[in-house]
């Protein structure tokens, strides 16, 4: 079956620090591989994509890339804001099913 | 619409009552999904809807739960006989229906039995 795994929470850093948060995944086939956040209050949106091995997904300064070999979409920033606070799912879609993972929640100090 | 949206926000029950959930999708997207997030938790896949059609019930969690579709618009998640341990956000995502395509979220409906 589908699964993925993130990074447990939380995670507190100070405003400029440097983010990681760590996806692993297992699946059949090829699927799309996502990062999804929530921001307080607010709903779920996407905020990248990979469709395929070796793809590159970035928005609003972070990255992450579909690595088949390790199967992993590790999610990166080079310098967060404290507008960045938010809880972050790494999810995958395979046969039309999401699958998520369990959320990090990342808090950015001033 | 420009978006996906769902109605209520927020809606507090007494066990045992039934429950509506609506979710309109964003219009031209021919599929659509149901998930449920309880706290501190990641989201369960609940249904899929292709069209009015659902090829994949397999997430409900009991015969308490059914969903309907009209067409290629409105879907509305019905809980009949509400348990404590349904109480959560039950999200719904559209997208253009192929087996990759991205999901747009709608904000969710906060539902709490008492």
């Known amino acids: 079956g589908n699964s993925v795994t993130q990074m447990e929470g939380p995670v507190t850093l100070s405003e400029e620090a440097f983010l990681t948060i760590n996806c692993t995944y297992t699946?059949?086939?090829?699927?799309?591989l996502f990062w999804y956040v929530q921001y307080p209050g607010e709903g779920l949106q996407l905020l990248l994509k990979a469709t395929k091995a070796d793809d590159k997904g970035s928005n609003k300064g972070f990255e992450a890339t579909y690595r088949k070999e390790t199967t992993s979409f590790h999610l990166e920033k080079g310098s967060v804001q404290v507008s960045d606070s938010a809880v972050y799912f790494c999810?995958?879609?395979?046969?039309?099913?999401?699958?998520f993972g369990a959320g990090t929640t990342v808090t950015v100090r001033a | 619409g420009a978006g996906v949206s769902q109605s209520p926000s927020n809606k507090v029950t007494e066990k045992g009552k039934d429950v509506e959930l609506r979710c309109d999708p964003i219009s031209g997207h021919t599929a659509l999904y149901w998930y449920r997030q309880r706290l501190g938790q990641g989201l369960e896949f609940l249904i899929y809807?292709?069209?009015?059609?659902?090829?994949?019930k397999s997430g409900l969690p009991s015969d308490r739960f059914s969903a309907e579709r009209t067409g290629e618009s409105v879907s509305t998640l019905t809980i009949q006989r509400t348990q404590q341990e349904d109480s959560a956000v039950y999200l719904c995502?559209?997208?253009?229906?192929?087996?990759?395509?991205?999901?747009?979220f709608g904000p969710g409906t906060r539902l709490t039995v008492l």
């Open positions: 809807f292709q069209g009015n059609s659902a090829p994949d």
């Open positions: 999810a995958l879609i395979n046969d039309y099913k999401l699958s």
């Open positions: 995502a559209s997208s253009f229906g192929t087996r990759t395509d991205t999901q747009y």
């Open positions: 699946a059949t086939g090829y699927p799309s």
